[in-house]
């Protein structure tokens, strides 16, 4: 027996503003909505093979980097298309420390979590 990943849950200010930008980041849709906070994921719903993201409000702003950050691909079109197609969507370039050669891209949402864009995958990875 084993677990699945079901769900990401991100502690935040505002719910409402960071589920608009990671529904249009991942072209995603609103699942479920509390006082408490939002989940997000596919249009297709809960239960797939991809998390839903739950987007929780808490009292305390974030003081340091997250331990655990996202890595996002684009499907359509090529990293640098992307990239700006999410600084357009409110995230901004963070430095954590590159040196300048990654192919990948650190950026932040609209409240400063950590996430990197890398470049498409042509094959999926092997098993």
Do not use: Y
Request: proline share 7%.
């Amino acid at each position: 027996m084993s677990c699945r990943l079901s769900e990401l849950v991100l502690n935040c200010d505002d719910p409402a503003t960071l589920a608009r930008f990671w529904c249009a980041v991942l072209d995603h849709v609103v699942l479920g909505e509390d006082e408490d906070g939002i989940e997000i994921g596919p249009a297709s719903g809960f239960g797939g093979a991809a998390p839903t993201m739950i987007l929780t409000r808490v009292p305390h702003a974030k003081r340091q980097p997250l331990r655990l950050h996202l890595d996002v691909n684009p499907v359509d079109r090529d990293q640098d298309a992307e990239l700006e197609r999410l600084l357009a969507l409110g995230a901004r370039p963070a430095d954590v420390g590159q040196t300048g050669d990654e192919s990948w891209h650190v950026l932040q949402d609209p409240e400063g979590n950590e996430f990197c864009l890398l470049r498409r995958r042509l094959a999926p990875l092997a098993d």
